[in-house]
């Protein structure tokens, strides 16, 4: 039988603040009731009047402050419910400061004062800052606007004046909120229990982004709006608006105030000061342990490129060992060889080796690149290389062009980037013949042949296309060459790092190596791979090469 765990989630302490203020406002209330006559009594109009200017006017600069603090820092965030918000403050701070000027018994503004115009102007701005902060929670708290804050001011000031105008020379417009003798009327307290509805629902649009969110500052919001609900709950009750549940009213008006000014203050500018005053503390701290962080990463640069040094050392000798020796004798066939990459890692590479008794099999290529990619795409040429050397079954070996054209369609089969390619030249020496059968891949070098008489010549009778991706347009034709060479015939075969025929940018363009060639067409091939070398030596050690040198050298003993 499985187990159910409810899990229950651990109270938020946050909430005690809004609980503790709560209910301090009910026992206010509450004592108010107990002692209903004595609360009810009326206070001489004079200092009531000083009590309620006071207090109203706090009320005000608070409402004229947030309006600044939204209006200001709107375009430093784009809020939408801050431009709502700096709308409601400006009308309100208006509408309040015309409701105490027009309270009874001061000497009245543009007209004379009276509890009706008073009354009318009190509950047109608590109307006003319920539903219009309502409205405002309900719209997302990170939600952005585009519009211009200037016509938002322009229309809070259109409708301050009309309110104005209304209230001050029209006041029979509105319904009666209060007839004296008589108290409020039921308009008046359906009202009042209207705006208490709204801002309870504010309240609550308030805690919900607390939830979201886990700001302490929407705590603090709810609160204000919970204590605007009992500053509307006090007007409801007073007889006189000389009585103390009229001041118990202000008194939680300004509480509510209070805190609606600190959520909305620690919101837009207290608490976006103190992240930029610990940014800065946490940079001086990072500039304070910069030279520490530096050494720290310097060493980690370090440790990382001597770990990538020794790996592309290794790799290096991988490399260099799928290489035949230097020198190497086989059968009366002579092989000098040498190798100069311009990296660590080469793109050339070459190879002769002993097929049978009767064939020896040479190659010499050139891959796209250098270094990594380059090394990697050697090796899966190495490996299609030998595989297809010799068939068992038939006991054939395999041509140079039936080479090339595996390797072909093998390379057309990988998953190798567009861009990659070799260029090969393939050959095969029949020992019992003396032929030479060859087939060039795109090679663009071509190898140079030295006759035991003197004579010098190319090995450009094949023809063939680069190993690519290009099988989907069509299937290249390698066509195969062969010679017969005698005892000392030697064969240069290089790639372009020693001489391009092309660009010319070798260590040697393509006269001078020819010159080389044939001042030295009499040596044999251990002479001649010596004096090559020493030509090779002097023009690197004057200038770096930027590609791979590799050639080997062919003669018949």
């Not at 403050?89 to 009874?104: A, C, S």
């Not at 809070?156 to 009666?176: A, D, H, N, W």
């Not at 000389?242 to 620690?266: P, Q």
């Not at 304070?288 to 020794?310: C, G």
């Amino acid at each position: 039988m499985t187990n159910i765990v409810t899990k229950r989630e651990k109270f938020d302490i946050n909430y005690i603040y809004i609980i503790y203020i709560g209910l301090l406002a009910v026992f206010a209330l509450y004592f108010a009731g107990i002692y209903e006559d004595i609360i009810c009594e009326i206070f001489p109009i004079n200092p009531f009047l000083h009590w309620h200017t006071g207090l109203e006017f706090v009320t005000i600069i608070i409402s004229f402050t947030l309006f600044i603090i939204t209006y200001y820092t709107y375009n430093k965030n784009s809020r939408l419910r801050l431009l709502f918000f700096s709308a409601i403050f400006f009308i309100v701070g208006v509408v309040d400061f015309l409701h105490t000027m027009n309270y009874d018994g001061m000497q009245g503004f543009f007209s004379e004062s009276s509890i009706p115009k008073a009354t009318t102007f009190w509950m047109l701005s608590r109307l006003i800052m319920s539903f219009g902060l309502l409205i405002a929670c309900s719209i997302p708290y990170n939600k952005k606007s585009k519009i211009n804050r200037q016509y938002i001011l322009l229309i809070s000031i259109v409708i301050s004046c009309i309110i104005f105008y209304l209230g001050t020379f029209k006041i029979e417009v509105f319904p009666v909120f209060f007839i004296p003798g008589v108290g409020l009327t039921k308009t008046k307290v359906y009202m009042e229990y209207l705006v208490m509805l709204a801002f309870a629902g504010s309240a609550a649009l308030a805690l919900r982004d607390y939830r979201k969110t886990g700001d302490r500052v929407f705590i603090i919001f709810s609160t204000g709006l919970l204590l605007a609900v009992f500053t509307e709950a006090a007007f409801t009750l007073y007889k006189s608006v000389y009585d103390t549940y009229n001041l118990l009213g202000h008194i939680y008006k300004i509480g509510s105030s209070y805190l609606i000014f600190r959520a909305i203050f620690l919101y837009n500018l207290d608490i976006p000061y103190k992240q930029l005053k610990e940014a800065r503390i946490k940079l001086k701290s990072h500039a304070d342990s910069l030279e520490d962080i530096v050494e720290a990463r310097t060493k980690e640069i370090r440790s990382t490129h001597q770990k990538m040094m020794e790996d592309l050392e290794y790799a290096r000798l991988i490399q260099q060992s799928l290489l035949p020796p230097k020198e190497l004798l086989l059968h009366n066939v002579r092989f000098i060889s040498d190798y100069i990459p311009c990296q660590s890692l080469s793109g050339d590479l070459y190879q002769f080796h002993q097929i049978d008794e009767e064939h020896i099999g040479m190659y010499i290529a050139d891959v796209s690149g250098h270094g990594i990619s380059a090394a990697m795409l050697t090796v899966f040429t190495e490996r299609l290389m030998n595989p297809v050397y010799r068939n068992k079954e038939i006991n054939v070996v395999p041509s140079p062009q039936r080479t090339l054209n595996y390797i072909f369609s093998e390379f057309n089969k990988a998953n190798f980037p567009d861009e990659m390619h070799i260029v090969v030249f393939k050959a095969i020496y029949n020992i019992r013949t003396c032929t030479l059968e060859y087939c060039t891949g795109g090679m663009n070098t071509t190898p140079i042949l030295l006759r035991s008489t003197g004579e010098v010549s190319y090995l450009d009778k094949s023809h063939g296309f680069p190993i690519c991706k290009f099988d989907a347009f069509f299937q290249p034709d390698y066509q195969p060459a062969s010679l017969t060479l005698n005892k000392g015939d030697r064969i240069i075969f290089f790639t372009d790092g020693l001489a391009d025929g092309f660009k010319d940018s070798g260590v040697f363009n393509v006269k001078d190596l020819m010159k080389l060639v044939e001042a030295n067409k009499f040596e044999d091939s251990i002479l001649l791979e010596a004096n090559l070398q020493k030509e090779i030596r002097k023009i690197i050690n004057q200038k770096s090469n930027d590609d791979d040198i590799t050639y080997f050298i062919l003669e018949i003993m």
